[in-house]
């Protein structure tokens, strides 16, 4: 089994409670774990697979229990680091109709070192690039670009997922996607969203943002649909791949369970390049990763709604 190593933010969102889209008037706030990279990481170990977490927290309370969540669920945080600055916290209250009100405050994930020591074990494993705050600025983006430099020259498979966050780049999009273009010209896998797809490439029609995102270099596409399920595009073909039937109660973190179960699969394979071959092998990997995505919609919160091996092949 290959390892995984998932790179970017773990940080603290504050969820407001019952107070419709207006942060102002929020009084009563839930302390959850976030951070797409972090929770990829565990969606991979939970299911039994090897993932370690490359990320920066505080050294306050906040950043200890973070690191202890992702322990809990077997990452593997040897590599995470922690900063002197406070751990970054973001306030998110949304409304019933899914407006959202915002308030960031970035503190420690920014702060991440570029090791060169790591780039050895990058060698013939897997690493996955989410980049929410990654591309905002600060050490982090440097030690990730540096990174990404480090996995493409170790030949180690590389999975990209652009986590476009429209509160943190409002007016600034086109730097967003100049930013993501080196990363989907070279990952062998790029997971998107619709509205990301759309963005990068420029193009609303599903067919064209494809083609767009291939002529620039991407191998395999995922456009994961909610419950329509997802997209999958290679050079040569293109399938839409049904999820499962679920009533779902909260769809957060439904796109990291998809590609942490979908590289999950894809790390146990001999060499990883196989799946640029084999597209039906593919296609089983993502009708199972849909499920992962299905299950996780079916309970609150991301983390504790990941499913483990034996409730994703209780799904028939
Ligand atoms: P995120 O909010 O984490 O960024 P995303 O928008 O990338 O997520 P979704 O499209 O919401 O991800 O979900 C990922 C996958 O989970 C989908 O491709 C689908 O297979 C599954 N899924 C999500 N919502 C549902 C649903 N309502 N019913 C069935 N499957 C679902």
């Known amino acids: 089994m290959k390892k995984v190593y998932c790179i970017g933010e773990l940080l603290i969102d504050f969820v407001a409670e019952n107070q419709g889209n207006d ?47 992702l322990e809990d669920n077997h990452v593997d945080i040897s590599l995470a680091q922690r900063s002197k600055n406070f751990t970054t916290l973001a306030f998110v209250s949304i409304a019933e109709d899914g407006e959202r009100d915002f308030v960031f405050s970035r503190g420690a994930d920014k702060k991440l070192k570029y090791d060169s020591k790591i780039k050895k074990s990058f060698q013939n494993n897997i690493v996955h690039l989410g980049a929410a705050t990654a591309l905002l600025g600060g050490d982090l983006e440097d030690a990730y670009g540096r990174y990404f430099f480090d996995a493409l020259t170790q030949n180690a498979f590389i999975s990209f997922d652009p986590n476009f966050r429209s509160d943190l780049w409002k007016g600034d999009e086109n730097i967003f996607v100049k930013k993501c273009m080196p990363f989907v010209q070279k990952a062998h ?127 028939e």
């Open 23 to 69: 942060l102002a008037k929020a009084e009563v706030f839930t302390k959850k774990p976030g951070g797409a990279p972090a929770n990829v990481a565990c969606a991979i170990a939970k299911l039994g697979g090897l993932s370690k977490f490359i990320g920066c927290v505080g050294e306050d309370q906040f950043g200890s229990f973070l690191l202890g969540v």
């Open 189 to 315: 896998l790029c997971k998107f969203s619709l509205e990301e797809a759309r963005l990068i490439s420029g193009k609303v029609n599903l067919e064209e943002c494809c083609e767009f995102l291939h002529e620039v270099g991407t191998k395999v596409i995922t456009i994961t649909l909610g419950g329509e399920g997802t997209l999958l595009s290679t050079e040569t073909t293109k399938h839409t791949i049904p999820s499962i039937p679920v009533n779902p109660v909260d769809t957060t973190g439904a796109g990291d369970a998809f590609i942490g179960c979908l590289l999950y699969q894809i790390a146990g394979l001999h060499d990883p390049l196989e799946i640029l071959e084999n597209i039906d092998l593919l296609i089983d990997f993502v009708k199972i990763a849909n499920k992962a995505g299905a299950l996780t919609t079916t309970n609150f919160g991301a983390i504790p709604s990941l499913p483990n091996l034996e409730q994703l092949l209780a799904i």
